[in-house]
């Protein structure tokens, strides 16, 4: 059965979806026009589904979000590379990026079982720390390993593990990083901003970034459906969770015997 819509119904919800095609986002005044109105809501969800995207309510805001590589509001890697890496930067540094914001978003969540953070912010240092973590359990795969699940997953962990080994870490304990270098720490400040820019993440602190709510609902809504990360997670963690059991059972073994 097909729907219809009144003349200022329709403009009503093209007006509210070009804000968001234009922006990415809409303020609290829009925010109410799309709750308030169902019929409003459902065509800014159609206008959207045309261009495989998805709206969501994050706090007092409305944000577009691109579901697939293919939708025209998808950040390109060329477009990655030319703002936020250097001129020199290859595919290997996209993809050490895009660990390091799952990293970056997963130390919010316990083991990424959780649908509410357990942590209110994470200080650069200790993400460097845990994006080193997580090199270490990619190298605890042989090579036949990283090359079976590169073409599974269309990421290059050898490039990812080369990249991040070969950064220069002289200036890690500079109180400043301005990018200038290409130390650990001074490429996690490219991608603190990145985080910033896409409204990903919040500054709480000197060097301490936080979620936002619009990540928060990705989270809920997306991050952790098969779906949309393609197993990636399962991977990134599967070590982990390989040797909690070992763990497990090296105690149990020990509870019998005594």
């Given at each position: 059965?097909?729907?219809?819509?009144?003349?200022?119904?329709?403009?009503?919800?093209?007006?509210?979806?070009?804000?968001?095609?234009?922006?990415?986002?809409?303020?609290?005044?829009?925010?109410?026009?799309?709750?308030?109105?169902?019929?409003?809501?459902?065509?800014?969800?159609?206008?959207?589904?045309?261009?495989?995207?998805?709206?969501?309510?994050?706090?007092?805001?409305?944000?577009?979000?691109?579901?697939?590589?293919?939708?025209?509001?998808?950040?390109?890697?060329?477009?990655?590379?030319?703002?936020?890496?250097?001129?020199?930067?290859?595919?290997?540094?996209?993809?050490?990026?895009?660990?390091?914001?799952?990293?970056?978003?997963?130390?919010?969540?316990?083991?990424?079982?959780?649908?509410?953070?357990?942590?209110?912010?994470?200080?650069?240092?200790?993400?460097?720390?845990?994006?080193?973590?997580?090199?270490?359990?990619?190298?605890?795969?042989?090579?036949?390993?990283?090359?079976r699940y590169e073409s599974e997953f269309s990421y290059n962990w050898s490039a990812i593990i080369e990249k991040w080994d070969t950064m220069d870490d002289i200036k890690e304990t500079a109180k400043r990083q301005t990018?200038?270098?290409?130390?650990?720490?001074?490429?996690?400040?490219?991608?603190?901003?990145?985080?910033?820019?896409?409204?990903?993440?919040?500054?709480?602190?000197?060097?301490?970034?936080?979620?936002?709510?619009?990540?928060?609902?990705?989270?809920?809504?997306?991050?952790?459906?098969?779906?949309?990360?393609?197993?990636?997670?399962?991977?990134?963690?599967?070590?982990?969770?390989?040797?909690?059991?070992?763990?497990?059972?090296?105690?149990?073994?020990?509870?019998?015997?005594?």
């Amino acid at each position: 059965m097909a729907f219809t819509y009144s003349n200022e119904t329709v403009m009503q919800a093209f007006r509210l979806y070009s804000q968001l095609a234009m922006n990415g986002m809409a303020e609290k005044e829009r925010l109410q026009e799309y709750m308030a109105d169902d019929e409003v809501r459902g065509l800014v969800d159609q206008f959207a589904s045309e261009v495989d995207c998805a709206v969501i309510a994050a706090g007092d805001e409305l944000h577009l979000i691109p579901l697939v590589r293919l939708s025209p509001f998808h950040v390109s890697n060329e477009h990655m590379k030319k703002t936020y890496l250097r001129a020199s930067a290859v595919n290997a540094d996209l993809y050490l990026m895009y660990l390091a914001m799952i990293v970056f978003i997963g130390a919010f969540y316990d083991s990424y079982q959780s649908l509410e953070p357990t942590r209110n912010f994470l200080p650069l240092d200790e993400w460097a720390v845990l994006v080193q973590e997580r090199i270490e359990s990619l190298k605890e795969h042989d090579e036949e390993e990283l090359k079976r699940y590169e073409s599974e997953f269309s990421y290059n962990w050898s490039a990812i593990i080369e990249k991040w080994d070969t950064m220069d870490d002289i200036k890690e304990t500079a109180k400043r990083q301005t990018g200038n270098t290409i130390s650990r720490l001074s490429f996690l400040d490219t991608v603190r901003r990145f985080l910033l820019e896409q409204r990903l993440a919040e500054e709480v602190g000197t060097g301490e970034l936080g979620l936002t709510e619009k990540t928060k609902v990705i989270v809920q809504r997306y991050f952790m459906e098969l779906e949309y990360n393609r197993g990636i997670l399962n991977f990134l963690y599967s070590l982990d969770e390989r040797e909690n059991r070992s763990e497990e059972e090296a105690r149990h073994a020990v509870d019998l015997e005594n």
